[in-house]
């Protein structure tokens, strides 16, 4: 008899173990596929950081690019402020040329001699136009223009030495020579202001590009705010199956053996007293209370794992 009641309860004993396997085999899974999520929300977390260092290339290379196209505009300045004080040093030499118009004789000799300056000044500035084409492609067009105003220039004079006996007819040519100078500086002033607004232009999209890049950083920090909490919950909701799996296998484990082998001592044991038995049904029914106590006490816990959250996600 006590054989049989062994083997009973070694069976029941390998059902309760079976039981527990299975359940353990579950917690497993779901341990598994969690990681999984977590591991994926990992992969998203660090594209995100990836793109965030692409965007900050981005706005280097652009901000370089600001500081290239102002050295130009400053070069470009430099150079205008120098043709324009070389337009200013010509206007003084025929207002001293139109002063020495009396002297005819002298006039020839004088204009004689500023003829070999102007041509050796006119080859000096051919030779420093054509190293500045090299050097700034982009005022090609305005050398090209200049030089051929230098080359009538040339033309000019050398009419106005063959014709200084005509002093009313010189007077007209200086004339003439005084407006084309006045022409070339108005076209200059155009094009200043021309790469004036260029520029005005470059800065409002480089603005416009720097507000993009804060507007991608800002909804990237906030990604990456959202997947910490993601990764906070994970690890709250990791420990919570934790501890459910601890309280299922301590606290369920023993009001269970208990009703079990109390039911097991009436069914089997005919020689009991009322006494017996009701002493049996109330550990049983001690056993029932503590295992519904603990069902209450684990739906209250998953309710607030639930919660929390719930609240990650409002958040």
Known sequence: MNIRIKKEELIITNKELVFQNQEKEKRAAELIIANKELAFQNQEKEKRAAE?????????????????????????????????????????ELNIA????????????????ELIIANKELAFQNDEKEKRAIELIVANRELAFQNLEKEERAKELDIANKKLAFKNEEKRIQTAQLNIVNRELAFQNQEKEKRAAELLMANRELLFQNEEKEKRAAELLKANLELKKAEEYQNEYINGLEEIMFMTSHKVRQPIANILGLSYLINNQFANSKDEIKESLDYIKQSALILDKFTKELTLFIFNLRQKGKKNKCA
């Open 98 to 113: 139109n002063r020495e118009l009396a002297f005819q004789n002298e006039e020839k000799e004088k204009r004689a001699a």
């Open 52 to 92: 965030l260092i692409i965007a900050n290339k981005e706005l280097l290379f652009q901000n370089d690019e600001k500081e290239k196209r102002a050295a130009e505009l400053i070069i470009a300045n430099t150079e205008l402020a120098f043709q324009n004080e070389e337009k200013e040093k010509r206007a003084a």
